[in-house]
């Protein structure tokens, strides 16, 4: 199949970008690394009228570090994420993450903010940018908003983001001292989109969790930060304390059920990459199958 019909417009700068769009409102589609919306628009699951292609805007892309903040720009590529000596430093997970994502030729072309914008449940890198608690840049023609990574995701490829809003880019809290990461995800073939996944982070004290993020994705309509993890943090961590958060986690989610699992076996999945990731940050891996110490 192929696409529907439509204009195209080579954006000459973000401010030529946002005049497009609020030109356009809802009409409008705007193309960074394309990994995402053309198969979308092949499949005529989206049928704009215009195509504001942003791919040029060279000012949206690379690193910058503000003190504690790593400000990365929305056109910054898959490849480059993982190539980042910046981001090994200052945002591990991510670089876990991103070689996750797909494969090679769409890491290539693959943008954050166009994974972040497209908001796909399944997807990587929106469950980064909850764990690690980024703030979402986005800028109109009255003016730049910052959004909470945690409010921006609304549900299956729905964000906070207005149709005439574009995502220039997202900030991050650079690593703490004692900050360890984890990252793994379930799917059919490695780079298929995950069947359930997890991104974590923690700081560890004396063998216990004195800070526990778990980002869990394709388990739900967005990227969900678990009330579960309270449970490990301040407390001695034993077998019976790791499936208590497991069946708190159980409770807590509400997955959907599709061709790739059911909802039960996205509950499993889950938990069972609960127990890996506190086995693993804690170096215990006789809690991954809740052994008795």
Request: proline share 4%.
């Amino acid at each position: 199949m192929k696409a529907a019909a439509f204009a195209y417009a080579r954006a000459t700068s973000v401010a030529n970008a946002l005049e497009l769009l609020a030109a356009h409102g809802d009409r409008a589609k705007v193309l960074s690394g394309g990994q995402s919306l053309m198969p979308a628009m092949n499949l005529r699951l989206v049928s704009p009228d215009i195509v504001v292609d942003i791919g040029g805007l060279h000012e949206l892309g690379g690193f910058t570090l503000k003190k504690d903040i790593l400000v990365i720009g929305a056109l910054t590529r898959h490849v480059d994420l993982l190539r980042s000596g910046e981001v090994a430093v200052h945002a591990p997970l991510l670089r876990d993450a991103v070689a996750h994502v797909a494969h090679p030729a769409i890491r290539n072309r693959g943008t954050l903010g166009g994974s972040l914008a497209h908001a796909d449940p399944a997807s990587e890198l929106p469950a980064c940018a909850v764990t690690l608690d980024a703030t979402i840049v986005v800028r109109s023609a009255g003016g730049e908003r910052r959004i909470a990574a945690g409010e921006f995701f609304r549900g299956i490829y729905e964000t906070a983001l207005s149709s005439e809003e574009l995502l220039v880019a997202v900030e991050l809290p650079v690593a703490g001292e004692g900050s360890t990461f984890f990252f793994q995800e379930f799917a059919r073939r490695h780079g298929d989109y995950a069947i359930a996944g997890l991104a974590a982070r923690s700081v560890v004290k004396s063998g216990t969790f004195a800070d526990l993020q778990l980002g869990f994705f394709a388990v739900g309509d967005r990227p969900l930060l678990a009330v579960a993890a309270r449970r490990l943090i301040n407390v001695s961590i034993t077998p019976v304390t790791v499936a208590e958060a497991v069946a708190a986690l159980t409770d807590e989610l509400d997955p959907q059920e599709d061709q790739l699992a059911s909802a039960a076996m996205r509950r499993h999945l889950a938990g069972v990459l609960l127990r890996r990731c506190v086995a693993t940050l804690l170096s215990r891996p006789e809690l991954d199958v809740g052994v008795a110490e």
